[in-house]
């Protein structure tokens, strides 16, 4: 056995010993682990310097009771989190997370993922993640008014401008992010560049609410060209019916291929038509009702409970949007079977690694989340920029942006994949690239 695999089986062993329970975590940083070994091998210094065992352990986390009121009068008790993962390349950066779900191994594995994904956009931004396991669901405008009110008022002991910069992910959008935001603002005055993704009025960014779900299509799209296919006359199934599932159909639809089915946390629709994604808005954006009414306006639909994947309708691209692990073996030759040749994830981590494993094995074309669902981040840094400048820049200016830096990731994955070896595996490409950014702001700032 080589020395950089006995180094990679050392530190994992270590993880695992430290955060036995933390199943996220160990996955995510098993599958960063399982593509690092050719760059350990040509750059010995990293192993000299330790730094696998540095870059998996946070700078800091912090948790913290998150106590709030709710519309009948009751105090109730959630727990907030936040994980400063890496400042290496610049301040901590990354978003807030509301779902029951939330502990600290998801909080973790988001975070770390975060510090690759951040890397790949180029732009000067370290990795975090944090949250809560507060449920908006059901809850009534002042409900969530008043929880956000009080995560913020302790977490804005940690966070600041050019310290760390939170955004939304699952269960924070434009309304959690304008609360979060005022909290902020009455408690330390008016910072801007504090929170992204934040409503235009308050220094919000053109294009950031689409940016996700853009960006995760134009990443396909490079990946799609560089085999002489594209989006047109394509059946896309979209997993997922919030913010970057809602965009990502639009901008397939633009490009000329057809999203025939998406869903929700209890079912899902197929559209054979193409998804009507007004339709869609309205309901999740404006109504905040779920997936099956759609039906109720389009009867020619078809609505399902259970995973989009159990469709047996035949496609050829797959977004998965929703959540992670959503995808597991089972699913992903199920996939394979019904004529998928391309899988882009635009949620973090939703194929587990066995269905990643097949992808592989299959050679159809696989552009993980760290890649391809980059543009969220980097819009958010462009609002940074913005929010510097006391400037607001054009939503066209902003999508052109966004497009070269989709343009500029997937082809360090393509090429950084080719320099060392294994040409097409995007995974590894995307592992190495993020990391040797990091490892090298590493070892030139020392031990610290």
């Known amino acids: 056995m080589g020395e950089a ?44 310097e330790n730094i696998l065992s540095r870059i998996v352990e946070p700078e800091r986390i912090i948790q913290f009771r998150v106590p709030w009121t709710d519309a009948k009068g009751k105090t109730q008790v959630n727990r907030g989190f936040r994980v400063q993962f890496s400042s290496a390349i610049g301040p901590y950066k990354g978003g807030l997370r509301l779902h029951p779900s939330v502990n600290q191994s998801i909080v973790k594995f988001l975070g770390f993922e975060q510090i690759l994904k951040n890397s790949l956009t180029g732009l000067p931004i370290g990795g975090g993640k944090g949250g809560s396991d507060f449920d908006p669901k059901g809850k009534t405008d002042n409900e969530i008014m008043r929880f956000c009110q009080s995560f913020m008022t302790e977490l804005q002991k940690y966070i600041g401008p050019d310290t760390d910069v939170p955004a939304g992910d699952i269960g924070v959008g434009g309304r959690e992010i304008g609360y979060l935001f005022g909290q902020y603002k009455r408690l330390n005055g008016s910072h801007a560049g504090v929170l992204t993704g934040k409503p235009i009025p308050m220094g919000g960014s053109l294009a950031r609410t689409e940016a996700t779900g853009y960006g995760l299509v134009y990443f396909t799209e490079e990946m ?53 994604i007004e339709t869609v808005k309205q309901l999740k954006e404006v109504e905040r009702k779920r997936i099956s009414e759609y039906v109720l306006e389009h009867p020619t639909a078809q609505y399902n409970e259970g995973s989009v994947w159990e469709i047996d309708e035949n496609y050829q691209i797959a ?43 299959a050679g159809i074309l696989y552009g993980p989340a760290k890649a391809a669902n980059a543009g969220g981040v980097a819009v958010s840094a462009l609002e940074m920029s913005q929010n510097s400048l006391r400037l607001s820049w054009t939503f066209e200016e902003v999508d052109t942006r966004l497009k070269e830096i989709m343009t500029k990731i997937y082809l360090d994955c393509r090429d950084t994949a080719a320099e060392y070896g294994i040409p097409g595996d995007f995974v590894s490409g995307a592992n190495i690239a993020g990391f040797l950014k990091v490892s090298n702001a590493m070892i030139s700032q020392g031990v610290v």
């Open 5 to 48: 695999k006995q180094y990679i089986q050392a530190v994992y062993q270590e993880v695992m010993e430290r955060d036995p329970h933390q199943t996220e975590f160990l996955q995510a940083v098993k599958e960063f682990f399982n593509s690092i070994e050719p760059v350990l091998e040509r750059h010995s210094q990293l192993m000299e």
């Open 224 to 276: 799609l060209k560089d085999t002489g296919k594209s989006f047109k006359n394509q059946k896309v199934v979209v997993s997922g019916s919030g913010n970057v599932a809602i965009y990502a159909i639009e901008k397939v639809h633009q490009l000329g291929g057809t999203v025939i089915a998406c869903s929700d946390s209890n079912g899902y629709i197929v559209d054979l038509e193409g998804i009507k």
């Open 319 to 361: 977004l998965p949007s929703a959540t992670q692990n959503e995808i597991d073996g089972t699913i992903a030759t199920k996939m394979i079977d019904n004529g998928v040749y391309a899988v882009a994830e635009g949620a973090n981590m939703p194929s587990d690694l066995e269905a990643i494993e097949i992808y592989q094995n």
